[in-house]
């Protein structure tokens, strides 16, 4: 645990600034509530608009409880290190980063623990409010069972994992392209399609599922939603938790050989 004491400093550090910055964080409550509703009623029109009650296997019920809970699990495993990479390239601090005594890929990883903490403070525990009210007023037909829960928080750390390296993978790529704006785009727009946050995966094309179930994004948002509601059962779940480990394995081995790799060339802006 000593050795992780500085890169706990840079989590809180994140932590303290982030709730400084109160206007900041108004908005971003108020983002993320537009989205979810928006998410909701347009559910509750295409629901209203069909004449079966049951579309690909969900009810309204249950898509409502499937997005509330893929939105709450997108804020758990929020990690975005693609902005830090961003500003400390073009600002040159990535210069001073790399002669400290802690290594930068994990002080950007703590870094964004710390803006993960406030998501999970301001995003994450209202939703579970409002996942609580909603299960009780609303005959959904999604019960959550205690070893359900449970593994949906040892999928949530193999997510939030899976969900950092994946990212500062894709990241590294600033230092050989230099466009960040369409970086951001580029990889927010992979991620909203093949996770499973802007609909069910069950609503693909069977060859464009299986791709989309393969890859890391579904891994991060759609399996452990899928476990918390209890549409992963027997060898199907052990599968996606153990494709979630090879992810969450893999993906630190190969970020930290590719990051190696790239200091060893990297020019610095700014400095």
């Given at each position: 645990?000593?050795?992780?004491?500085?890169?706990?400093?840079?989590?809180?550090?994140?932590?303290?600034?982030?709730?400084?910055?109160?206007?900041?964080?108004?908005?971003?409550?108020?983002?993320?509530?537009?989205?979810?509703?928006?998410?909701?009623?347009i559910w509750t029109a295409i629901f209203n608009s069909s004449s079966a009650s049951t579309i690909q296997g969900y009810t309204l019920g249950q898509m409502m409880i499937y997005n509330l809970v893929i939105y709450m699990t997108g804020s758990f495993a929020f990690m975005r290190p693609l902005w830090d990479l961003a500003e400390d390239h073009y600002d040159g601090k990535i210069a001073m980063s790399l002669i400290k005594p802690t290594k930068y890929l994990y002080e950007v990883f703590f870094r964004n623990l710390g803006n993960n903490f406030i998501g999970n403070l301001i995003i994450s525990l209202p939703l579970v409010t409002?996942?609580?009210?909603?299960?009780?007023?609303?005959?959904?037909?999604?019960?959550?069972?205690?070893?359900?829960?449970?593994?949906?928080?040892?999928?949530?750390?193999?997510?939030?994992?899976?969900?950092?390296?994946?990212?500062?993978?894709?990241?590294?790529?600033?230092?050989?392209?230099?466009?960040?704006?369409?970086?951001?785009?580029?990889?927010?727009?992979?991620?909203?399609?093949?996770?499973?946050?802007?609909?069910?995966?069950?609503?693909?094309?069977?060859?464009?599922?299986?791709?989309?179930?393969?890859?890391?994004?579904?891994?991060v948002y759609s399996v452990p939603t899928l476990i918390l509601i209890g549409r992963l059962n027997g060898m199907d779940l052990w599968s996606a938790l153990g494709l979630q480990v090879a992810w969450a394995v893999g993906l630190v081995i190969v970020t930290n050989l590719v990051w190696n790799r790239i200091i060893e060339r990297l020019k610095v802006h700014g400095g």
């Open positions: 645990m000593s050795t992780l004491k500085p890169y706990w400093a840079y989590a809180k550090a994140t932590f303290t600034v982030g709730l400084a910055y109160r206007l900041h964080i108004l908005f971003w409550v108020l983002s993320d509530i537009v989205q979810v509703s928006v998410l909701l009623l409002v996942l609580v009210g909603v299960s009780l007023t609303m005959n959904t037909g999604v019960t959550y069972t205690v070893a359900n829960v449970g593994l949906y928080v040892v999928s949530i750390i193999l997510a939030l994992v899976i969900s950092f390296f994946s990212n500062f993978l894709f990241a590294t790529m600033i230092f050989l392209t230099d466009a960040t704006f369409g970086m951001m785009q580029l990889n927010e727009a992979v991620i909203k399609i093949f996770s499973g946050s802007m609909i069910p995966l069950t609503f693909f094309p069977g060859w464009l599922r299986a791709i989309a179930e393969i890859l890391p994004y579904a891994s």
